[in-house]
């Protein structure tokens, strides 16, 4: 069974930062394309980084300089580190595959507001 559980989510003020994790079970994900993606209400999921096995990362415009997505592959962990959130950071975050995602899992819920 394969399982990728997000943490790290919570209530910032904006200009804040937050780390979330995403850990692996069922599955060792060292050769796999992880990326971070986000939903906010009533808009569609949209990629916010990558990073592939080789450690090249791309991340959506509006995060540039901002966030940094990284891995561990030893943990079967992937990161993503948010600084100088802004409110329409806010959004529930979720991490897959790049490339084929699996199911979608609980993601966790990062709230940007003052």
């Known amino acids: 069974q394969v399982q990728l559980v997000e943490s790290g989510g919570g209530l910032v003020q904006p200009g804040g930062s937050l780390r979330l994790s995403c850990v692996g079970s069922?599955?060792?994900?060292?050769?796999?394309?992880m990326g971070w993606y986000r939903q906010a209400p009533g808009k569609e999921r949209e990629l916010v980084a990558t990073?592939?096995?080789?450690?090249?990362?791309n991340y959506l415009d509006s995060v540039k300089g901002r966030f940094t997505i990284s891995r561990d592959n030893a943990k079967n962990t992937v990161y993503l580190q948010m600084n100088s959130l802004k409110p329409d950071d806010t959004a529930v975050y979720y991490c897959?595959?790049?490339?084929?995602?699996?199911?979608w899992g609980q993601g966790t819920q990062v709230t940007v507001s003052s």
């Open positions: 990073i592939n096995s080789g450690g090249t990362t």
């Open positions: 069922g599955i060792v994900f060292r050769f796999i394309a």
């Open positions: 897959n595959f790049a490339y084929g995602p699996r199911p």
